[in-house]
């Protein structure tokens, strides 16, 4: 099964009210059974959430990553500042270590915690 990744940028303005709309929207023509395919769930299940009912929180997570959308903006909490990861490199200083090998070992280690927070 692929992993669903979100991106803060571009996410669709949905609401848990709206979630079932949204998602008979996004499906369109398509079929519910070629929909439900694609979010991996069974077509009962996805015509209950085009209904109106709450899906659990696995089907949830599906669901939205499907349609973009972050859960918890669906859910109704808003992007906090705070909530923003921001990545700190500090190194001991040493004469041995020039400026721009230390400057090189911050962006790997913050490259590799974005490809960590990626999987």
């Known amino acids: 099964m692929a992993t669903t990744h ?3 940028e571009a996410m669709p303005d ?3 009210e709206t979630l079932g709309a949204k ?3 996004t499906r369109g023509a398509k079929g519910i059974r070629a929909a439900a395919e694609e979010i991996g769930v069974s077509t009962a299940t996805l015509s209950r959430i085009e209904n109106g009912h709450l899906p659990d929180l696995e089907t949830f ?3 939205c990553g499907w349609l973009g959308a972050d859960p918890s903006t669906v859910l ?3 992007p906090s500042a705070k909530a923003t990861p921001v990545t700190m490199v500090h190194f001991k200083k040493k004469k041995t270590q020039s400026q721009d090998t230390l400057r090189a070992l911050g962006e790997m280690i913050a490259a590799a915690q974005l490809a960590l927070e990626a999987e």
Do not use: D
């Open 6 to 8: 979100f991106s803060v």
């Open 14 to 16: 949905i609401r848990l």
């Open 61 to 63: 997570r599906r669901v």
């Open 76 to 78: 109704g909490f808003e």
């Open 23 to 25: 998602v008979k929207q």
